[in-house]
Nanobody, 126 residues
Framework: QVQLVESGGGLVQAGGSLRLSCAAS????????VGWFRQAPGKEREFVAA????????NYKDSVKGRFTISRDTAKNTVILQMNSLKPEDTAVYYC???????????????????WGQGTQVTVSS
């Protein structure tokens, strides 16, 4: 079983940066692919970024490409989402999710992930 805890959210001005962390418990986390999703009030949960279990493959939502970077530190059981050049439309609750069986073609589908954190709020002011 894997448990996930997000941290690093907060309030930032447009153009600023935040670094979100997803810390995992469980010895097998290194075999899990991880995705970041976000949900704004009144909107559906949407894909942001994902990284394969090996760290060798990444995938991003088009609107965050070039601004966000996902990475993982296997030794620390942590996945990082570095967010730069933040925009007000990035405001949402950000969740990390993990699954051992999600395929590359399914990285952007939140229903494919079995394990979720509690979320961390990101607010970008204009």
């Amino acid at each position: 079983q894997v448990q996930l805890v997000e941290s690093g959210g907060g309030l930032v001005q447009a153009g600023g940066s935040l670094r979100l962390s997803c810390a995992a418990s469980g010895r097998t986390f290194s075999r899990y692919s991880v995705g970041w999703f976000r949900q704004a009030p009144g909107k559906e949960r949407e894909f942001v970024a994902a990284i394969s279990w090996s760290g060798g493959r990444t995938n991003y939502k088009d609107s965050v490409k070039g601004r966000f970077t996902i990475s993982r530190d296997t030794a620390k059981n942590t996945v990082i989402l570095q967010m730069n050049s933040l925009k007000p439309e990035d405001t949402a609750v950000y969740y990390c999710a993990a699954d051992a069986g999600v395929r590359l073609s399914d990285y952007d589908q939140y229903r494919k992930y079995d394990h979720w954190g509690q979320g961390t709020q990101v607010t970008v002011s204009s």
